[in-house]
């Protein structure tokens, strides 16, 4: 598909605008030297290229056919690709799953399969692979070569893309269009061709939705130690996932689901295009940071506040040792005696090209600078294009030895500056913030890589699954999908969290005799699978003291349940030792379509519905992913004793999280659960009320 030495255009035409024609334009203009076979019914020469009749008719092997033909007769030709032996098969026509019609789609896939003849789309513009001159789609045909790979799940928005690079001179290895992904979607373009592709220095998939969430994380994350992938994720609204689906047939999980995914395994999600492309500008023309010390070199102080405020907002450091910076700028060769060395490095308005070439070149030379930004602002004292040649012969002199972003703000000598910069691969921007921003996509990158080669793959966790699953098996023989607080509570216990002692009690003498075995103070809930909402039927009370207020208060809790619900199978009410009072969290799992058991932690109680507070990963994941969820959350501070409070049991806190990822990971029964709250206490963290949903049997 990458490197044919024959294609045939099933489908070409003479006529310009055509799809077909366009295609065969492409093909011949972008400079591929194999031998290309246009098949059409009633032509007999296009481009200059002999017509034949049918795939059949072409007498010699085909490596790549590109079909661009009406839906109702691309089965048959399907069949005839295979029958002639066609390696692979790119399937330009539309009319298939995108429009409801799934059935067609997976005849190809059957075809496909029985001649070993691997294809993408349907509904595609085609491909692009550069190092091979080949240009087989209906896009834009002078592509800049370079070292991205673009994978595109949007036709229209992909062609327009393309567009947009060249334009803005940023180099493509290729452009793949995967369309509806019958059979070949990212995941298998990943793992099977860019991984080990040399051109390929760098991936940005644009998603709308992926068929096998669980699958395409494991390719992410081994490609991705490899190779950075950016995700162009559409969908992020309610209204924009339900488009997503309507567009190409595919599942949108919850968006947020989504961005935890592509957290956990390293792939670096923008917000827009155009933040995507900036990042892979930078990401594909510098290499990995060796350190954290970053340095601003600037014209204008301005500016150079602009850029620190933007490297605090995306966790950028900035180099802070004043008598090395002194020692390295402080020259008259590269500011006056009234700049400033206190990083921004500032060599004043009067500074000049050559100024910024020796300040570059002192950066790049001293090992403490691990990373360099350049801001020019447009003066009379500088010459932009003078300044560019500067900096590229700098950048080349030093082989890329560590990141280099410049950004740039003027007028139209600069923006001719920006684009000689691109077009020489130097990542240039027209604003501070772009640069700093793609610079810090770097960063979180190689962070990944470090912290993933350091810590391998999560280690399994053994649970005792025979007595987990005959709980499970005892709630399914009563013909019930809801637990009861205390049938969940033994599910935690067997996974050795921290549970308050408690008992269920039938009767008064029965809660007697628990609150005085469990302690009190004591907190007691009534337990009925018709109740699920306890509080509003009157049916939970805390801090009882005393023995004859365990009385009175059985009596209460029955007495308002069957007012609540007369009908309700009350099972009695259960008696827990009350937790002083602490940090309220919440560990909750949902099944996501896409990525299946997904965990969630946050603030509880009130908490969680009010601020939202909250972060996602896929099940199962490691202690050191659970740390990184504590940590993800805005009010992590109440955690870790804010304002005089006592810290919580971070250690114990995070293997909760882990077992309840290990446990959902390994119990497929479990369609939900909720630890609300569990107290993060400064000696545990203790589950104080629970609920676990199961599936429904098939």
């Not at 991705?224 to 190409?248: D, M, N, V």
């Not at 130097?426 to 350091?454: C, G, H, M, Q």
């Not at 603030?603 to 972060?615: A, N, W």
């Amino acid at each position: 598909m990458f490197k044919p030495k024959s294609i045939a255009v099933i489908g070409a035409s003479k006529k310009p605008g055509k799809i077909g024609y366009e295609i065969m334009d492409n093909i011949i203009s972008y400079g591929f030297n194999g031998e290309l076979y246009p098949i059409n019914l009633r032509e007999t020469e296009i481009l200059g290229k002999k017509v034949y009749r049918s795939i059949s008719d072409v007498p010699g092997e085909v490596d790549f056919a590109i079909i661009s033909i009406p839906a109702k007769y691309v089965l048959d030709v399907f069949e005839e690709c295979g029958k002639k032996g066609v390696k692979c098969v790119a399937l330009i026509t539309s009319g298939f799953g995108e429009v409801g019609d799934f059935e067609t789609e997976h005849k190809l896939v059957e075809i496909a399969e029985k001649y070993n003849m691997p294809f993408i789309g349907p509904n595609i513009f085609g491909i692009v692979y550069a190092p091979s001159r080949l240009n087989a789609s209906f896009g834009p045909a002078d592509v800049k070569p370079g070292k991205l790979a673009f994978i595109t799940q949007s036709g229209a928005l992909g062609i327009a893309l393309m567009g947009w690079t060249i334009t803005n001179k940023i180099g493509l290895s290729s452009i793949i269009s995967i369309g509806n992904k019958a059979q070949i979607g990212e995941s298998e373009l990943l793992e099977n061709f860019l991984k080990d592709d040399p051109n390929t220095k760098a991936l940005l998939l644009y998603i709308e939705g992926l068929h096998d969430g669980r699958r395409s994380m494991e390719v992410f994350r081994e490609v991705g130690l490899k190779k950075p992938i950016i995700a162009l994720k559409s969908g992020r609204s309610k209204r924009g996932a339900l488009a997503a689906a309507s567009h190409t047939g595919s599942l949108a999980g919850s968006d947020k689901v989504y961005s935890a995914a592509f957290e956990q395994v390293g792939v670096l999600r923008a917000i827009d295009a155009s933040e995507a492309f900036d990042w892979a500008r930078c990401i594909t023309n510098n290499p990995r940071p060796k350190g954290k010390n970053v340095v601003i070199i600037t014209n204008g102080g301005g500016v150079g506040v602009m850029a620190t405020d933007a490297c605090d907002d995306y966790n950028l450091e900035l180099y802070n040792d004043q008598e090395k910076l002194k020692e390295l700028f402080f020259k008259p060769e590269i500011m006056p005696p009234f700049g400033s060395t206190k990083n921004p490095v500032d060599i004043t308005g009067g500074g000049g090209e050559l100024a910024y070439k020796k300040a570059m070149e002192a950066a790049f030379a001293a090992p403490e600078i691990d990373a360099i930004v350049v801001l020019y602002c447009q003066t009379a004292t500088t010459n932009p294009d003078l300044l560019a040649d500067y900096i590229i012969e700098v950048v080349k002199k030093y082989k890329k030895a560590k990141p280099f972003v410049i950004a740039s703000i003027g007028g139209v000598a600069v923006d001719e500056m920006v684009d000689k910069l691109n077009e020489n691969d130097i990542p240039a921007y027209d604003l501070p913030e772009k640069a700093i921003s793609s610079l810090s996509a770097l960063y979180r990158w190689s962070n990944f890589v470090e912290r993933t080669t350091k810590l391998g793959k999560p280690n399994g966790l053994k649970l005792p699954l025979d007595k987990i699953k005959a709980i499970i098996a005892k709630v399914r023989k009563e013909g019930r999908v809801q637990m009861l607080e205390h049938e969940a509570k033994e599910i935690f216990k067997l996974c050795n969290l921290h549970v308050p002692n408690y008992g269920l009690a039938k009767t008064k003498d029965k809660a007697i005799n628990i609150a005085q075995k469990v302690g009190f103070p004591v907190v007691m809930k009534i337990v009925s699978e018709d109740i699920i909402h306890k509080s509003d039927a009157g049916g939970v009370f805390i801090g009882i003291k005393d023995l004859s207020e365990v009385e009175q208060t059985f009596d209460k809790i029955i007495e308002n349940a069957k007012a609540y619900n007369p009908k309700a199978n009350i099972r009695g009410v259960i008696i827990s030792h009350m937790e002083p009072k602490a940090t309220e969290v919440i560990i909750g799992v949902t099944r996501d379509p896409t990525f299946g058991p997904t965990v969630m932690f946050g603030l509880g109680g009130i908490y969680v519905e009010i601020l939202k507070d909250v972060v996602f990963r896929v099940a199962p994941f490691s202690l050191e992913e659970a740390q990184h969820m504590i940590d993800g959350i805005k009010t992590r501070d109440m955690l870790y004793g804010a304002r005089g409070q006592k810290p919580a049991n971070i250690d114990d806190l995070k293997h909760a999280i882990y077992v309840i990822s290990q446990l959902v990971s390994q119990v497929d029964d479990i369609k939900e659960l909720d630890i609300n709250p569990m107290f993060a206490m400064e000696d545990k963290a203790s589950v104080v009320d629970a609920r676990i949903t199961l599936t429904k049997q098939k």
